[in-house]
């Protein structure tokens, strides 16, 4: 598939929509290589990215419960198991993580929009090698004992966790936007 066929056909496979096999390692080296490609104001690298798969998937998984219940100590039990089972869902979890740093030049921001495209790089390269994935992020991104395991800081992200693995051969096809509705003329927004 070429290169513009690859970006105008990305699309998102929900974790039910994805079974075995996940990538590989050779897989994810190269997907991380896309991913560390993207513009990088500063030479900063704020992206790490946290490989899960087999057993790791369950570890995670206990430390959403842990989150869970933090933020929520009455938690119902479908929605401890809920947490518990997450990482499960899929074959292969990448943590995409910004991890970033005061810089003279570049502002947070531009770090953040970095890992996110590292994010992206990685679902594209995936998507090239015939993987699905879809980056989800909820409430597990931005609590607080979640970043502490991954040893954030508070200013850093958790920009998605990239679910990945093989996509059913039938996913729900999605209405996409029509891109001519979101290109605004130069000097049309004046008062
Ligand atoms: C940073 C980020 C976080 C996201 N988190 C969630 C999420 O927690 N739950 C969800 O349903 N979709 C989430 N999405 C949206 C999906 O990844 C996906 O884009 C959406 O299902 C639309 O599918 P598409 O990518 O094929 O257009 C997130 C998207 C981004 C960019």
Redesign the pocket.
Known sequence: MDALTLLKE?????PRFMAEPGPSDADLADMFEAATRVPDHGMVRPWRFVVLRGDDRAKMGEVFVEALKARQPDAAEDAVEAERGRALRTPVVVAVLARTKAHPKVPHVEQIVSA?QA??ALQLAAQAKGFGS?????DN?YDPHVKAFFGLKEEDAI??FLYLGTPADKVPA?K?PEADKFVEAFGSHGA
């Open positions: 990305r699309t998102s496979t929900l996110g994010a992206l879809v980056m989800l992020t909820g991104a920009v998605a999605k996409r």
